[in-house]
């Protein structure tokens, strides 16, 4: 199995930062990599799919890069609505592996 | 617009089975799949299978295989999750997703609001 690593696991930030989580896979999974975002009580969001894409009606303030095994979730200025969870995942091979999750908080 | 709507909370004794569904409207699961992801009380997401179009076939965790069905009706464009053999440690919240097959991507694009099913005597 793929596993996915995030780091940060928590991070506090204020509005208005910019914010980098990092996800690295345990073996190449070339651009097969989602970002979706988790609010409480609330199922996941997709905002990136395929590293760097965004998914239709998320905001461009939230970016994604890399390939291969490193990769990157970047929200150029955060706003009170994005503290949240976020999960990456892997979709290259069963079983579609999901990193343990940062919890992105209000300083 | 797509939506993905879950059946209601479930309450079950260990032993038991449960059957979850997920109807989906704005796709047709012809042209999507349907995954399905569990979240116990605090923890992180857990993939546990789906339809993958690319085998024509229904993928499974290891972690699920031989308790867990997964099936789709494509008349009605409604998934369903049984998990049987249930036990404590399957309390948790159940998740549908539509899943996308494209060129380079695999991805997850709609939720269903998610099913708590509670395990226990």
């Known amino acids: 199995d793929i596993q996915m690593t995030q780091s940060p696991s928590s991070l506090s930030a204020s509005v208005g930062d910019r914010v980098t989580i990092t996800c690295r896979a345990s073996q190449s999974i070339s651009s097969y990599l989602n970002w979706c975002q988790q609010k409480p009580g609330k199922a996941p969001k997709l905002l990136i799919y395929a590293a760097s894409s965004l998914q239709s009606g998320v905001p461009s303030r939230f970016s994604g890069s890399g390939s291969g095994t490193d990769f990157t979730l970047t929200i150029s200025s955060l706003q009170p609505e994005d503290f949240a969870t976020y999960y990456c995942?892997?979709?290259?091979?069963?079983?579609?592996?999901f990193g343990q999750g940062t919890k992105l908080e209000i300083k | 617009q797509v939506q993905v709507v879950q059946s209601g909370a479930e309450v079950k004794k260990p032993g038991a089975s449960v059957k979850v569904s997920c109807k989906v409207s704005g796709y047709t699961l012809t042209e999507v799949s349907v995954h399905w992801v569990r979240q116990a009380p605090g923890k992180g997401l857990e993939w546990m299978g789906g339809f993958d179009p690319e085998d024509g076939e229904t993928i499974y965790a290891q972690k699920f295989q031989g308790r867990v069905t997964m099936t789709e009706d494509t008349s009605t464009d409604t998934a369903y999750m049984e998990l049987s053999s249930l036990r404590s440690e399957d309390t948790a919240v159940y998740y549908c997703?539509?899943?996308?097959?494209?060129?380079?991507?695999?991805?997850?694009?709609?939720w269903g609001q998610g099913t708590l099913v509670t395990v226990s005597s």
């Open positions: 995942q892997q979709s290259y091979s069963s079983p579609y592996t």
């Open positions: 997703a539509t899943v996308r097959y494209q060129l380079l991507s695999t991805y997850f694009d709609y």
